[in-house]
């Protein structure tokens, strides 16, 4: 493919859109992902929980969630970082955002 045109035609949708949607490439993702978005924060621990995930399966998504920008890797406080049952995750504003407008327009 000629690289030219496709750069003239990916010029048309900003990278930081195109990034977050790329991350959202399977079920698992997309699930995890709408779980945060309408359920709020949640620990690592209540995600693998809730779909009795394997630990490293669990963190692969929410590390692809968190490169996206699509969701926030957060603790409550500076000395909680490290110790993966106080950092919580909760969607980005850009999550929430795209989420609500890929419903819009789709519904």
Do not use: C
């Not at 195109?18 to 991350?23: L, T």
């Not at 709408?34 to 394997?54: H, V």
């Not at 669990?58 to 926030?72: A, C, E, S």
């Amino acid at each position: 493919m000629d690289q030219e045109i496709i750069k003239k035609y990916l010029k048309e949708v900003p990278i930081e859109i195109r990034i977050p949607i790329k991350k959202l490439k399977n079920d698992q993702v997309w699930a995890v992902y709408i779980a945060l978005i309408n359920e709020g924060p949640k620990y690592f621990n209540q995600i693998e929980e809730q779909f009795t995930a394997n630990p490293n399966e669990i963190n692969r998504i929410l590390t692809v969630l968190v490169d996206g920008g699509l969701v926030f890797k957060q603790t409550n406080r500076l000395s909680d970082i490290g110790d993966d049952k106080r950092i919580f995750y909760s969607p980005t504003p850009l999550g929430i955002k795209l989420y609500h407008t890929v419903l819009d327009v789709i519904i």
